[in-house]
Nanobody, 123 residues
């Protein structure tokens, strides 16, 4: 499956953005799709995942502010980001994996990746 992430941009603190991860050559329902991010000078970190069965998982920094969802008809997974703050500034990547649910935070298990999309939160 090929993944394409888009929707990034610049937003003021407190603002919102929705990222999209569009799949082709396969169906997102067959995978767990995860969002990761990499801030300048930092390692890539887990943000959220949407399991093939509909489960969701979030990292602590984004819990309550971000929502991951899936539109099977559009073969797309979304990341709605609310109440953004400067610490959310990063390149955001989506990936697909078939790893067991307990390991979806581990990026080394993701076998397909899209190119990143930059999110900048600044006043």
């Amino acid at each position: 499956v090929q993944l394409q992430a888009f929707g990034g941009g610049m937003v003021q603190p407190g603002g919102s953005l929705t990222l999209s991860c569009a799949a082709s050559g396969g169906t997102v329902r067959s995978y767990t799709v995860g969002w990761f991010r990499q801030a300048p000078g930092k390692e890539r970190e887990f943000v959220a995942a949407f399991g093939w069965s509909g489960n969701t998982k979030y990292s602590d920094p984004v819990k309550g502010r971000f929502t991951i969802s899936r539109d099977s008809a559009k073969n797309t997974v979304y990341l709605r980001m609310n109440n953004l703050n400067p610490e959310d500034t990063a390149v955001y990547y989506c990936g697909a994996t078939t790893v067991v649910w307990g390991r979806v935070k581990e990026e080394n298990h993701y076998i397909h990746w899209g190119k990143g999309t930059l999110v900048t939160v600044s006043s």
